[in-house]
């Protein structure tokens, strides 16, 4: 089991940088793959990036590339999710999960991710 808590999250203009992390309990942290899902209000949980337990693979939903980097350390535990660029319609709550599944094929379905951490909110204004 591995407990996650996202923090970085706050009020950035249009156009500014964020960088969120997400800190994993537990000593296990390199045998998850790991992605960022963000959940505006009235929305449901869509996907935002995710990478393999080793950093070798990533992945990005259309609307974060060329704009987030999601990368790791599993050194320390941590994920992290760089904002550049950001935009009024990035404004959401943002998770991490960590999916144990050996697979990497699906990583962009929440259902794929056993863990959760309880969220921070970024809120971009225009």
């Known amino acids: 089991q591995v407990q996650l808590v996202e923090s970085g999250g706050g009020l950035v203009q249009a156009g500014g940088s964020l960088r969120l992390s997400c800190a994993a309990s537990?000593?296990?942290?390199?045998?998850?793959?790991m992605g960022w899902f963000h959940q505006a209000p009235g929305k449901e949980r869509e996907f935002v990036a995710a990478?393999?337990?080793?950093?070798?693979?990533?992945s990005y939903a259309d609307s974060a590339k060329g704009r987030f980097t999601i990368s790791r350390d599993n050194a320390k535990n941590t994920v992290y999710l760089q904002m550049n660029s950001v935009k009024p319609e990035d404004t959401a709550v943002y998770y991490c999960?960590?999916?144990?599944?050996?697979?990497?094929?699906?990583?962009?379905?929440?259902?794929?991710?056993?863990?959760w951490g309880q969220g921070t909110q970024v809120t971009v204004s225009s």
């Open positions: 999960g960590a999916d144990r599944d050996s697979s990497w094929y699906g990583q962009w379905r929440r259902e794929k991710y056993e863990y």
């Open positions: 537990g000593r296990t942290f390199s045998s998850y793959d």
């Open positions: 990478i393999s337990r080793t950093g070798s693979i990533t």
